[in-house]
């Protein structure tokens, strides 16, 4: 089981980081560089409990799909997404926001486990570690120009 904790610190209200988040068409906008699009699922708006998306996005250069399901949420405080079919033993991304002096702390922690045995183990190691973390870094800092720079 690989774990990958980020904690990105955004001046915008609680409630508006937390909608932003599971804003499908902003995620959309957000993972442009590997083409992320829905193609099955809640395929636009804010994703709520119980609801699926499934994506379809390049990476490493083919085209895998995803499908997860909100499995938690409790606004504007957390929600969850767990895998439900994918490239995955396992993969459960826990979105965390406290209020904080200057505005949002926003924390992801994702917890995923690889197949493929000690192939699945080195390829982590290697390449898939660093491509999620630079996914997220990516995405956060999509969240939070956004919500600064917003009039």
Excluded: C
Excluded at 15 to 38: C, G, M, P, Q, Y
Aim: net charge positive; hydrophobic share 35%; aromatic share 12%.
């Amino acid at each position: 089981m690989t774990t990958i904790q980020l904690k990105t610190n955004i001046k915008s209200p609680i409630k508006d980081v937390f909608d932003l988040s599971r804003n499908i068409d902003f995620h959309t906008h957000s993972a442009k560089k590997t083409n992320e699009n829905v193609i099955a699922g809640k395929a636009s708006g804010l994703i709520e409990l119980h609801e699926t998306v499934t994506w379809r996005g390049k990476h490493f250069g083919v085209y895998l799909t995803h499908q997860s399901a909100i499995t938690a949420l409790k606004y504007p405080h957390n929600f969850t997404d767990e895998m439900i079919q994918g490239h995955f033993k396992s993969f459960k991304h826990q979105h965390l926001f406290q209020d904080t002096i200057s505005g949002t702390q926003m924390i992801d922690i994702l917890e995923y486990d690889v197949p493929f045995g000690i192939f699945g183990k080195v390829f982590n190691y290697v390449f898939l570690k660093k491509h999620l973390t630079l996914f997220l870094i990516t995405r956060n800092r999509a969240i939070k120009s956004h919500l600064e720079t917003k009039k």
